[in-house]
């Protein structure tokens, strides 16, 4: 298995609504990575897990919340979103810690209405 | 081939010609980069990569330039097809260290739009 899986492929929520994000992998990676993209942007980093632990935070709001619950899984966990989080969020891992092509999910796409 | 800097957002071009997409990176402790193509809908696609101890790999049809001195980057593309049509970011690493974790950074992105 080669591929990094993200469910669901979209979703549309409510600002006072509590939704989850999921992103598996089966390819032994140990770092784990949440991307925010917007429409012709590129992907911007949020978060970084290396071997189950959270590494990376970039200054993303607590509205945001990831975690791993074990090596092949990385859930993001949103409340209480602003339609400005509307994007396609996009899920990566990689080998090691450095240096490191990243396998990509194809993403979820987000509208907050 | 033609050459656009990424200041442009498209790059058109005929199918059967070289296509070369430039990339300026701005953190010259990056030590290893990597092209994507990403498709419409999709997630970014793995391209090519290329260490700071290279100035060239190729690839199947692809090839990477590295020229470390002016922070430049390219992507050539032998005999474009449409289904390279997409859009195509570098993206650069800086080194923070042994062990210390990656930070993929994307530059801005360019369309490539393939005539028939």
């Known amino acids: 298995d080669t591929e990094v899986t993200q469910t669901p492929k979209h979703l549309v929520m409510g600002m006072t609504n509590k939704k989850s994000l999921k992103c598996e992998q089966h390819?032994?990676?140990?770092?784990m990575y949440w991307y925010k993209q917007k429409a012709k942007k590129p992907p911007e980093l949020m978060f970084v897990?290396?071997?189950?632990?959270?590494?990376i935070n970039e200054s993303v709001p607590s509205r945001f919340s990831p975690e791993c619950p074990n090596s092949s899984l990385l859930n993001l966990h949103l409340h209480a979103l602003q339609p400005e989080d509307s994007a396609l969020y996009l899920c990566?891992?990689?080998?090691?810690?450095?240096?490191?092509?990243?396998?990509f999910g194809s993403g979820t796409r987000l509208t907050v209405v | 081939g033609e050459s656009v800097g990424l200041h442009l957002p498209t790059l058109s071009v005929q199918e059967g010609d070289n296509s070369i997409i430039n990339c300026a990176y701005s953190?010259?402790?990056?030590?290893?980069f990597i092209w994507y193509k990403q498709e419409s809908g999709k997630g970014p696609q793995f391209i090519i990569d290329?260490?700071?101890?290279?100035d060239k790999r190729q690839g199947q049809r692809v090839t990477v330039l590295l020229n470390k001195t002016v922070k430049h980057l390219s992507l050539q593309i032998a005999a474009t097809q449409p289904g390279d049509s997409a859009v195509y970011f570098c993206?650069?690493?800086?080194?923070?260290?042994?062990?210390?974790?990656?930070?993929?950074?994307f530059g801005k992105g360019i369309t490539l739009s393939v005539r028939p």
């Open positions: 897990y290396s071997y189950e632990k959270l590494s």
């Open positions: 390819m032994g990676h140990r770092a």
């Open positions: 953190n010259s402790a990056s030590d290893y």
């Open positions: 993206a650069e690493n800086p080194n923070q260290g042994p062990g210390a974790n990656s930070k993929l950074t």
């Open positions: 990566a891992s990689s080998q090691g810690v450095s240096n490191y092509g990243y396998t």
């Open positions: 290329i260490r700071s101890n290279m």
